[in-house]
Structure formats: structure tokens, C-alpha cells
């Protein structure tokens, strides 16, 4: 089954409750919420206050994407906000081991490593969907050693920090090596991608192994987001 979770960075902040219900009409699987900080990606977006305010209104799943440094600190305040499934990235546990841009496809290295590890267990810890997400740089089988403890893989088909980017078409291969090692290993791990979704690279995206899209710019610029997201499903 593909899910959509539907991305607000680009709605209009000054009407998030309508726009929530607005999703919850067009029948979106979750509502993603990304946090930024100006550090680990070039741009700054919400936090925690608008998580706490958004679960008050609705029961959607909160999917919520850390782009962050040092996101290991923060998993028990976004959890306590009201995440239900909580996604950082492996870029910035490598960034907290002191690695640099070099680093980025050595995979299984040390410290790293065990930043990653001791990050998806707290989530797991809390009973939260656990989710590692992984740039347009970095190697498909930097994640292999962890699927066991996430929920999902997240493979970002844009460089993260904006929306309204083009699709980055090189990270289709990407996508279907990751499915092919969940299914070596025989695990229950979900695909989603987070970039350039819209009606021409869904059916790429989901072919190559992909089930959960995230979609943003796609809905919020359509006249019937509904329709948009029967599209995307295929």
C-alpha cells in the first residue's frame, strides 16, 4: 500500500489549522513535519511549538524529519511533542563524530556508527516509528547495518533544506538497492522519499521500491489535493 505524508513547509503558516483539515478531507496517511536549524541544512523552519499546537487539532500520524545536528539531544522533546514517528539523519551522526563531507560514504565506521545506533534505540525506546534518512550523496549501503532497527528508510531524492527542488533522477538506483537488502535480510522496512514527488517521479519512485512519498508543493499548488493524492498512490 503507498502512503502519502503530506509535507507543510510550504503551506501558509498563518492558517495551519485549515490546512491540517484540508489534508484530513483529501485523506493524507500522515502530516510530515520538518525541523531545521540552520546548521546541519542551510535554512531554519519550526520546532517544537508548532508540533505541540498541531497535535491538540489532530490525530494524524505526525512524521516528523530532523534536519538537525546533534539530533540524539532532542528525541524525547519531539517525542513528548507529539511525534509518532521520528526520522534523523545519518549524515549528522557521522557530522557528531567529528567526520567530514569525505566521510559520507565509509560505511560502519566507529563512532558514527554508534551514534546512529544509540540514536534509533532511544526512539525505539519510546515506542516512536524509528526512521534514518540518508542525502543524494551518500551510499545506499551506509543504512544496511541499521535496518534491523528502523521502521523506515528515508532516501532524500533532493538535497534537504528546501522545497520546490527538481528530483534528483540518480537516487532511483539508490531506492531499489535498499529493497533489495530489506528483502535479503527479510525485514518489514518501509522506503519513503522526500523530494520532487509529484505525478511523473511517484511511479518511478514507487517501481524502484519506494511506499511512502512525501508530497508537498504538488498538493499545495493543485486545485483538488485529493485527486493529487489518488494520483500519486497510482
Do not use: W
Not at 164 to 171: A, C, G, V
Amino acid at each position: 500500500m503507498i502512503k502519502i505524508s503530506s509535507s507543510i513547509l510550504n503551506a501558509d503558516f498563518t492558517q495551519l489549522a485549515n490546512v491540517v483539515r484540508s489534508l484530513e478531507a483529501s485523506g493524507t496517511d500522515m502530516l510530515h513535519l520538518d525541523i531545521m536549524d540552520g546548521v546541519f541544512v542551510p535554512n531554519i523552519s519550526f520546532g517544537f511549538p508548532i508540533i505541540e499546537s498541531l497535535r491538540k487539532i489532530t490525530t494524524l500520524f505526525f512524521d516528523v524529519h530532523l534536519m538537525i545536528a546533534n539530533p540524539g539531544k532532542y528525541i524525547e522533546s519531539i517525542a513528548k511533542a507529539g511525534a509518532d514517528g521520528i526520522t534523523f539523519h545519518y549524515e549528522s551522526a557521522l557530522n557528531k563524530a567529528g567526520s567530514n563531507e569525505s566521510a559520507l560514504n565509509k560505511v560502519g565506521s566507529n563512532e558514527a556508527s554508534r551514534n546512529v545506533e544509540k540514536t534509533l534505540i532511544k526512539i525505539k525506546k519510546l515506542q516512536k516509528k524509528s526512521c534514518l534518512a540518508i542525502k543524494p550523496e551518500t551510499a545506499a549501503e551506509a543504512v544496511f547495518s541499521y535496518l534491523p532497527l528502523c521502521d523506515t528508510i528515508l532516501v532524500m531524492t533532493v538535497e534537504p533544506g528546501f522545497g520546490k527542488q527538481r528530483f534528483i533522477e540518480s537516487t532511483l538506483s539508490k531506492i531499489s538497492i535498499i529493497r533489495e537488502e530489506i528483502s535479503r535480510q527479510k525485514l518489514n522496512v518501509s522506503i519513503q522519499v522526500d523530494g520532487g514527488i509529484d505525478i511523473k517521479t511517484a511511479p518511478q519512485v514507487i517501481q524502484a521500491g519506494a511506499n511512502i512519498l512525501v508530497a508537498g508543493n504538488v498538493l499545495f499548488s493543485a486545485d483538488d489535493m485529493k485527486s493529487v493524492m489518488e494520483n500519486l498512490r497510482g
